[in-house]
């Protein structure tokens, strides 16, 4: 067990509660680019979330939660539309929002817990623990404690320094790759030309910037394909790919194997 499962594990046996942590940037990784947190970290494991996971629970939490997080930069209260409540910790570095802490879960707002669900569901919800709102900035400063320990460990790791304007290419990559970007939106970004940018993409990275976006649009599609049961044309989609065939080429030329195998091995590996 590593320092940051470790970690983790530590805050859910004193808490009693189940942690989540949405990894956007790839940030909690070794010098040699493998993931310090196994697979159950990576999804909602409550059984009122992996009982029934749909369409709509990525939309909440894979995005709405994780935009949200980002924007506001600060710990917050979620109720999804199962009527379950998590409190929801943005992980900063260096001021960027690298990833999202998920601590719970609680029965939420009554009103959304009338919901037309299965009947297992329903009485997992019932199970519950109560939200108790006179703690909540003590889960608040808890959970704020934790997000800096985690981000402290893993300053802890020796990792190659990216130049700045790397760096922000990188960022601009991020933040855009669901979106039919090209290389003159980055320039525009950046203040460049079109031509310049191009030739700073190659001298600071050696790959084009075609390469950049597709590789982080894998890292991404990766990311959904082991946290989510959404189908291989919605991944494609959210993940920026024009359509399933493509989606499925680029992932093989990249992993070695096809989107939907490399679902199964991460699987049978939890």
């Known amino acids: 067990m590593n320092r940051i499962i470790s970690i983790l594990a530590s805050y859910e046996d004193l808490l009693g ?3 989540t942590v949405h990894d956007l940037t790839y940030f909690f990784c070794d010098a040699e680019g493998e993931r310090l947190l196994s697979q159950n970290y990576y999804r909602h494991m409550a059984p009122v979330c992996a009982l029934h996971h749909t369409k709509r629970c990525l939309e909440e939490c894979q995005h709405f939660a994780n935009q949200h997080s980002g924007e506001i930069k600060k710990t917050w209260i ?8 998590e409190v929801v910790v943005p992980i900063l570095f260096e001021s960027r929002h690298v990833a999202t802490l998920f601590a719970g879960p609680f029965k939420g ?5 009338i919901q037309r669900l299965p009947r297992e569901v329903i009485q997992e919800q019932l199970q519950l623990p109560d939200w108790e709102t006179d703690k909540q900035v003590s889960f608040e400063l808890v959970f704020e404690s934790l997000s800096k320990a985690l981000v402290h460990e893993m300053e802890s790791f020796e990792r190659p320094l990216v130049h700045p304007r790397l760096q922000e290419i990188l960022n601009y990559l991020y933040d855009h790759f669901r979106e039919p970007i090209g290389v003159e939106d980055l320039a525009k970004s950046m203040h460049l030309s079109s031509s310049r940018c191009i030739h700073l993409i190659k001298e600071l990275s050696g790959k084009s910037f075609k390469q950049l976006l597709n590789e982080e649009r894998v890292r991404q599609a990766k990311i959904r394909l082991v946290t989510s049961s959404d189908t291989l044309e919605n991944v494609a989609t959210d993940c920026g790919f024009k359509n399933q065939f493509y989606f499925n080429t680029v992932f093989t030329k990249y992993e070695g194997v096809s989107p ?3 679902r199964r091995q991460k699987l049978d590996q939890a």
């Open 78 to 85: 979620h109720d999804c539309w199962k009527g379950v409540r």
């Open 109 to 113: 707002d009554p009103a959304k817990m």
């Open 260 to 262: 939907g195998k490399y």
């Open 17 to 19: 509660l189940e942690l």
